[in-house]
Each structure stands twice: as C-alpha cells, then as structure tokens.
C-alpha cells in the first residue's frame, strides 16, 4: 500500500527539495518522536492503524529524506510531504504550503 497518488506526479517534480523541513525538526516539532533515533531511522506511531493509537512504534521514518514505511500495516511513502499528507489528510498542495517549502 503506497500513500503516493498518481495525479501529484507533475507537481511533485516542481517541489523545491531543498526548501524542505528536515524530517528529524519536524518530527520532533510534532511530538512524533517517543524513541531517540538510530542512525538515520527513527521509530514512530503509526497513524494508519489501530486509530493511531500505537504502544510500539511501527512506523519507520528516513531522516535523510523523510520516506517512510509502516512495518505493521505497509502504508508508505516516498517522502516529508507524502508523510505530512497521511498525518493531517491535507493536499498535496496544502501539504507543500504548511511544510513551508516552495514550488520551483
Ligand atoms: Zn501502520
């Protein structure tokens, strides 16, 4: 199960990766860190499953580029915005624009 759907295809090349938050800042901006990370992984509670009321951490976040996979459920994703989208339900848009990055 991918998180990424096709129509975002275009905008998403037109995202200024670099104008993206740092996963690790966000994720701890958002309390999302119960464990410290480990190398370039951090363990979080995943929001896709058991009403995203995890007592261990599944969810398993890069904190080079932010993809993400559950370990429990498969959800996934390839990156920050696809990971904010999953946590709020906003656009892709929308999700570009509160993660203050910007459009090329
Ligand atoms: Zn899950």
């Known amino acids: 199960m991918s998180f990424n759907p096709q129509p975002d295809r275009g905008l998403r090349r037109k995202v200024d990766r670099q104008s993206l938050p ?8 958002r309390g999302l860190l119960k464990r410290p990370p480990r190398a370039e992984w951090v363990s ?5 499953h058991n ?6 951490p599944s969810m398993r976040v890069n ?11 498969g959800v996934s994703g390839g ?11 906003v656009s892709f848009v929308a999700a570009v624009r509160e993660l203050g990055a910007r459009f090329q």
């Open 63 to 73: 904190l080079v580029d932010g993809h993400f996979k559950c370990l429990a459920c």
């Open 79 to 89: 990156d920050l915005i696809a990971l904010h989208r999953l946590l709020t339900g």
């Open 51 to 56: 009403g995203g009321d995890e007592k261990n």
């Open 44 to 48: 979080i509670c995943c929001p896709s």
């Open 22 to 29: 740092a996963p690790l800042g966000y994720l701890r901006i």
